[in-house]
């Protein structure tokens, strides 16, 4: 059997938000919605026995963890989400609530000061975080959150694994990705060249 690595985004959180809003309202908005409440539904893991299962250590990835999955859970900080902080400091001036978004991704990318963290620093959290799960496990389950997925995405593929191109990942959702002939990620090989 190949090996697996199951991506499952927390559930939908219960944290409405304002059309138009200041910086400081959408940073409001961002503290508020890590301590909301998530709305539950079924999540359909494909009859798959997963062996371990690592989850964010925010709340909400915990509560959906626990629901899909009923083993011990190991919980790691660098499972938690990419900050998305305001890209400008504005006083009156209000923007919708989708441009801060988007916007404060881009910056991201294009690694804004604005941003707490950058594109360079999330693939070095994830490739991090990689490098100390325990790969002899053939189904290896992780709870996270959307973007930070969307970056796990991007190093399964560097590191040889085959699946579904993800644009948007949705709350709630088994994205599964499988390692062809039971070989070793790469960057395994490389952890034991550096020891």
Same mark, same amino acid.
């Given at each position: ?11 939908? /959180?219960? +944290?409405?938000?304002? %059309? ?23 999540? %359909? ?7 371990? +299962? ?18 011990? $859970? ?12 305001? #890209? ?14 988007? +916007? ?34 053939? %189904?290896?389950?992780? /709870? ?8 796990? $995405? #991007? ?20 994205? $599964? ?9 790469? #960057? ?8």
């Amino acid at each position: 059997m190949n090996m697996r690595i199951g991506l499952v985004r927390h559930f939908k /959180v219960n +944290c409405p938000h304002k %059309n138009m809003m200041t910086s400081k309202e959408f940073r409001e908005w961002s503290e508020k919605y890590e301590h909301a409440g998530i709305i539950k539904k079924k999540v %359909n893991m494909y009859g798959i026995t997963w062996d371990i +299962c690592y989850s964010s250590d925010v709340k909400r990835a915990v509560a959906t963890a626990k629901e899909v999955y009923s083993g011990n $859970i190991y919980i790691d900080k660098l499972l938690r989400e990419v900050d998305n902080a305001p #890209f400008i400091h504005t006083e009156r001036l209000k923007l919708p609530f989708p441009v801060w978004h988007f +916007c404060g991704r881009l910056a991201w990318f294009f690694r804004s000061k604005s941003q707490p963290e950058n594109i360079r620093d999330t693939r070095r959290r994830v490739r991090r975080f990689f490098r100390h799960i325990d790969w002899s496990k053939e %189904n290896i389950l992780i /709870v996270s959150h959307g973007f930070l997925i969307f970056n796990f $995405i #991007f190093e399964l593929f560097r590191l040889g694994f085959v699946g579904k191109e993800v644009h948007r990942v949705k709350n709630g959702i088994l994205y $599964i990705y499988e390692l062809p002939d039971k070989k070793k990620p790469a #960057f395994n090989k490389r952890k034991e060249v550096k020891k």
